[in-house]
Every structure is written in structure tokens, then in C-alpha cells.
């Protein structure tokens, strides 16, 4: 059933950009969180390999003017398909949210048609009611929780020498970026639901971003061999840390910590005001601990549902 009372749906521009980013901010406010998503997230999501912003996104207007609504979908890998949406909190309650994850819905089974075990997953904000109400009529279940946790660089950041026999550096763009992917790969390799990419796609995701910025990234090496990284991007005037990774063999000697606060400083350099990141709130590897000694704090939650089929 359509939404009344002139909204309507259409494909999104790049001039909805800030509108979206709008949309997300009102968004996390109206569920008591400080805000952590705006336009670069939207426009990182729209930059990705394989996203068709004709078929795959919608945004919802008001009076063919105003928007009001915004949702998307992507395959994430062969038999996952991740989706996410939002509605002004002013105009909630009016079938705009049901109408949007109807769209959502057909366009990922449309994505998913002839997988055997297909899995769809929505994001919203952790305390959303209303759109866990619609998921739960949808068959969807809650299956991971996520914090955005943040350090403000108000104060003066100081770097810690690193591990002895560790060196940190920043990355050679192409000469590294294999050695940085194999890192990620073994250091996740414990996370049940990490399904790592190929290296070309992987590389592709990465170099084609709009906030990549290999300035950003550091790496740590023991005898030249890169065991650890962080690999970090700047977004709506906010650092963020997107991955930290450290080998299994290289963990609890304070690598990740050291990078970390080197990013940390590498960002108040550059004048920002705060640097973030995302966590699943039961990291196995003990990652939010590290962060939370690195002087972090959680401002932001959301969650992950899904409904497999098959």
C-alpha cells in the first residue's frame, strides 16, 4: 500500500546527497545517539562495484520537493544481499517505511532468484520500535548488534613508541595493498560471519571508494613483513578508522593500540574533530577493549537482520 498525502518515489542524484545525509542524522537523533552517518557514508555506498543507483535505491519526496525517505539495497556477497532505510522522523507513521522495505524486498529477490540458501539483511538503529515491529512481519530476526565508538581530538592526542622490533609507516598505495589484504583475511579469519573477497574486488572496493585515501593508511611491519594495519578514511569532517587489523601471531603486544593513536594524531593534524569506527559489540578477538583503552567511547549502536531462506 502506498504512502498518501503527495509523497512519491523516485530514483535518487547526487544533488539528494546532503538530503539523504540529513535524513540519517535526524535519524540517529531521534533514537538518542549522536550522529556518525551522513552524505560520504551515502555516497561511499553508491560508489561501490555492482551498485545500480536506478534499481537499487529510492529516495521519497514531499510535495515533489522535500525528501523525506531514502532506502537501498546490494548484493554484499554470492548469496547475501544488505539493505538499509530511513524515513524523517516528522513524517513517520504514514506507510512510507512499510512501502519502502516492500521495494527493498522484491529488488533483493530479485538479486537473490536461483541462490539455494539466500539470506537478505536489513540495518537500523539500535531502539527503533517501529522498524523492528516491521521486520519481526517480515521473518526477519536480530543476528548481530554494532557500536559507533568515537575519541574526540579536542585534547592533545599523543602517539605511543611502538613494540620492540615493530616499525610503523604509512603504505606504498600499490606495493602494499596485497600484503594489506592478506592481513585482513587471516586476522577476521576468526569472525564466523567475515567472508573475505578476492583481492581484486577487494582492491577495487577500496581504490574506487570516494573518502579513499591512502595518506590515511598505516601499516606495522616486524623484519619488513607487514603484520597489522589500519586502514582509515576521512567523511563529513569526521576520521574513521574502517579497518584495524593485527595477525593472530602479533596480538597483545600493543600493536593495534599504536596504531590506532598514531591514526588518531594523523587526523588531529589534519584539523578534524573527532575519529570513529564500527565494531560488532562481540568482536571475537577482543577489538573493543583495545579501542576502549585507546580512550573510546560508544555513541552510536544499530543492528543487523536477516531472513535466510531455502
Do not use: C, K
Request: proline share 5%; net charge negative; no cysteine.
Amino acid at each position: 500500500m502506498e504512502p498518501r498525502g503527495g509523497y512519491a518515489f523516485r530514483t535518487p542524484t547526487r544533488r539528494d546527497l546532503d538530503a539523504v545525509g540529513g535524513l540519517l542524522a535526524a535519524d540517529q537523533r531521534a533514537a538518542g545517539f549522536s550522529p556518525t552517518l551522513g552524505a560520504s557514508f551515502v555516497e561511499d555506498g553508491w560508489d561501490r562495484p555492482g551498485f545500480d543507483q536506478r534499481a537499487d535505491a529510492w529516495v521519497v519526496t514531499h510535495h515533489a520537493s522535500e525528501v523525506v525517505g531514502y532506502g537501498q539495497v546490494r548484493r554484499e556477497e554470492p548469496d547475501v544481499v544488505g539493505s538499509w532505510g530511513v524515513v524523517d522522523p516528522d513524517h513517520r507513521g504514514r506507510g512510507i517505511g512499510s512501502s519502502l522495505l516492500d521495494r527493498i524486498d522484491t529488488r533483493a529477490a530479485e538479486l537473490l532468484a536461483g541462490v539455494p540458501v539466500p539470506r537478505f539483511r536489513h540495518s537500523i538503529t539500535a531502539t527503533d520500535g517501529a522498524a523492528e515491529a516491521m521486520l519481526r512481519d517480515r521473518h526477519l530476526r536480530p543476528i548481530r548488534h554494532f557500536w559507533h565508538m568515537q575519541i574526540d581530538l579536542r585534547e592533545r592526542i599523543e602517539a605511543r613508541p611502538p613494540p620492540q622490533d615493530i616499525v610503523i609507516r604509512h603504505v606504498e598505495p600499490i606495493a602494499d595493498l596485497e600484503a594489506i589484504h592478506a592481513v585482513l583475511v587471516e586476522a577476521f579469519a576468526e569472525d564466523p560471519d567475515y567472508h573475505p573477497e578476492t583481492f581484486e574486488r577487494w582492491a577495487e572496493d577500496r581504490t574506487t571508494s570516494a573518502s579513499y585515501d591512502p595518506t590515511a593508511w598505516l601499516v606495522a611491519t616486524d623484519s619488513g613483513t607487514i603484520v597489522a594495519t589500519a586502514i582509515a578514511s576521512a567523511r563529513d569532517g569526521d576520521g574513521w578508522v574502517d579497518w584495524l587489523a593485527v595477525l593472530g601471531s602479533h596480538r597483545g603486544r600493543g600493536i593495534g593500540h599504536t596504531l590506532l593513536r598514531r591514526s588518531f594524531v594523523g587526523f588531529a593534524e589534519r584539523g578534524l574533530r573527532r575519529v570513529l569506527l564500527n565494531v560488532d559489540a562481540e568482536n571475537v578477538t577482543g577489538a573493543t577493549a583495545v579501542y576502549e583503552r585507546a580512550g573510546m567511547r560508544i555513541v552510536n549502536r544499530w543492528d543487523l537482520w536477516e531472513r535466510r531462506s531455502g
